[in-house]
């Protein structure tokens, strides 16, 4: 009986190993490729260097996307965590007819899907001539994580306890000092997960971008689906992409570790 | 809080939501009905369903769509299969790898789409990885084509979505309470009994949950088709981004898109009606 029941154990976890094989492989593959000395990636690797690194750091192409990325997620997480803190905090201090249909509405960008937005969005941005610049970029991704930020926040000032505030007016203190002392002290972790996540999303984003993106403002993501597409990689972008991965993975263990990310969002 | 402030709070949200995100939907609607005049990038705004009856009539986009559907649908099987029981394990007996567990399940939802996507050319290319490994074992001698052909596409939906099936099952399948089960199972119910008859209609949620979430993922994705695809295999997602990006009929690829934003939102009250008639039925038992 014991041993029947290790055995199925056994069978169950080499089941389990086929998804996990499945889902982190892509990323595997991706870091010892970035150590590889020959142009392609080849199976048995043929030997160690790190001369993608190096040539990473000397392309100017690449750190010319990547300036890109950073800039339109800093605009778009700026955007969208202010607006998202604002509407989570009305939402959650107030009750008033048609609530629910503003939450949801706020929300509506996590269910609906991407392409067919970006279908529209594209011919609007042609229509105002915003398409490929820095303000249809920021104004899409702002609206894509959005619904982050307002969960998040959501979620962030229901735990926040409400008589603090209440205390503080009744002593005497000012909207403003109510906002400063007792408020963000107490919302920060929420806020900066958000924030996280919003810049992740964005940093990520990749459908409705390739449709946006002009030929100025190319994120590293849009640069990167260009060269799959024209079916040449180039091995800097496995070095570039190995780096990012293993920044977004350790941002993510000291997000779990400190701000215990799996139950905010 | 007053009235008047409220609504100046939510001002910012509602603007980029509506203006931004809604708008272009409404937009969609509106030029679906519009031609696109030949030869130029003018459109013809004159009311006509010119664009519907070529998508109803054209065989090709019609096997497009079901293809599309038929790709969904496997992506969905086969993530319910690698995924109900991960979720089992995580939900039951992982304990001190619980949280590692979840992680390197999310680990892929956090790190990009393309740079999967990348690692998956590494992984699938006639020199990639799998074929390199397969001939150093001696299972084949020649490369087996997974980029270009739907098996390549089906292991990229998978991998970039199983994500989305595994979470609302482990969601689900935490929940379960423990003693069902040990009473089915000092009953005498065998393993395969107990996940009939106990385990997986308590799932249900989950399971229709995490189906929904993967199929509208992959019907509606686009980067894996059209990169592991490599032009070959036609989904909804790329046939739109070839109508509006290369060919220019935005007219057409709006009609593309309306179409697709009509058949999901009917899926989803097709399913809603299920599961309140499920909910009927299982108070009518509760009652007996």
Known sequence: ?265 | MARKSTFLLLTPGLFVTGAVFLSPFAFLALTSFWTQRPNSLLVDPAFTLVNYVRIATDMFFLRVLFHTIYLGVITVLVCLVLGLPIARWIARRAVVSRGILVVLIVTPMVSGAVVQTLGLVNLLSLLGVINGLLKQLGLIDRSIRFLGDELGVLIGLVQAFLPLMVLPLLNTMSKLPEDLESAARSLGAPAWRLWMLVILPLSMPGIIAGSVLVFFASVTSFVTPQILGQGRIQTFGTVMYQQSALVNDWPFASALAVTMMVLLGGLVLALRAIRQRLARRSNVAGAV
């Open chain 1, 1 to 265: 009986m014991k041993l029947r029941r290790a055995a199925i154990d056994t069978v169950w976890i080499a089941w389990m190993a086929i998804g996990y094989i499945v889902v982190l492989m892509p990323i595997v593959v991706v870091f010892f490729a970035s150590f590889s000395d020959g142009n392609t990636f080849r199976f048995p690797p043929s030997g160690f260097s790190l001369k993608w690194y190096q040539a990473a750091f000397e392309s100017s192409e690449y750190r010319n996307a990547l300036s890109v990325s950073l800039l339109v997620g800093i605009l778009a997480t700026l955007v969208s965590l202010t607006a998202g803190t604002l509407a989570a905090y009305a939402l959650s201090r107030s009750t008033f007819r048609g609530k629910t249909m503003i939450e949801t509405l706020l929300l509506a960008p996590l269910a609906l899907p991407h392409i067919v937005w970006a279908i529209g969005l594209l011919q609007i941005y042609a229509w105002l001539s915003i398409g490929g610049t820095l303000l249809g970029l920021v104004l899409a991704h702002a609206a894509l994580t959005l619904p982050f930020a307002v969960r998040i926040m959501l979620s962030t000032f229901s735990q926040l306890d409400k008589t603090l505030q209440d205390a503080a007016t009744t002593l005497g203190a000012s909207p403003m000092r109510v906002v400063v002392h007792i408020v963000l002290p107490l919302i920060w972790p929420g806020v900066l997960t958000s924030a996280l996540f919003t810049f992740l999303t964005s940093f990520n984003e990749v459908t409705v971008s390739v449709l946006i993106a002009g030929s100025r403002y190319l994120t590293y993501p849009v640069r990167l689906y260009s060269e799959l597409r024209s079916q040449g990689i180039d091995p800097t972008t496995i070095a570039i992409s190995a780096m990012l991965v293993a920044m977004i993975i350790v941002f993510a263990l000291i997000g779990e570790r400190f701000l215990n990310w799996s139950r905010r969002v």
